[in-house]
Nanobody, 120 residues
Framework: QVQLVESGGGLVQAGGSLRLSCTAS????????MGWFRQAPGKEREFVAS????????KYADSVKGRFTISRDNTKNTAYLQMNSLKAEDTAVYYC?????????????WGQGTPVTVSS
């Protein structure tokens, strides 16, 4: 199991930017695909973005495509989510996730979540 700690959430005005970080420990980081998910109040957790082990391949939910960028630094055991042009509907708790080799619909390891609030 890999331990994940998110940081970088907070309150931002609509149109603003935030960068979330997820630092991993406990396993060899570059053996794990990484992802970001989010859960808004009263809604189910949903996929936001994922990145493969090398960082060469990324996927995004349609709702964030063109605004969010996922990346990773394997030398720092850290994944990032750069969020630009934030909207009120991006308000949610954001969770970092990791899964050995590939990112499935339900990854095995999760962080504790970091809240993001976008004011309109």
């Amino acid at each position: 199991q890999v331990q994940l700690v998110e940081s970088g959430g907070g309150l931002v005005q609509a149109g603003g930017s935030l960068r979330l970080s997820c630092t991993a420990s406990g396993r060899t980081f570059n053996n794990y695909a990484m992802g970001w998910f989010r859960q808004a109040p009263g809604k189910e957790r949903e996929f936001v973005a994922s990145i493969n082990r090398s960082g060469a391949s990324t996927k995004y939910a349609d709702s964030v495509k063109g605004r969010f960028t996922i990346s990773r630094d394997n030398t720092k055991n850290t994944a990032y989510l750069q969020m630009n042009s934030l909207k009120a509907e991006d308000t949610a708790v954001y969770y970092c996730a990791a899964n050995f080799l590939i990112m499935p619909t339900k990854p095995s390891d999760w962080g504790q979540g970091t809240p993001v609030t976008v004011s309109s």
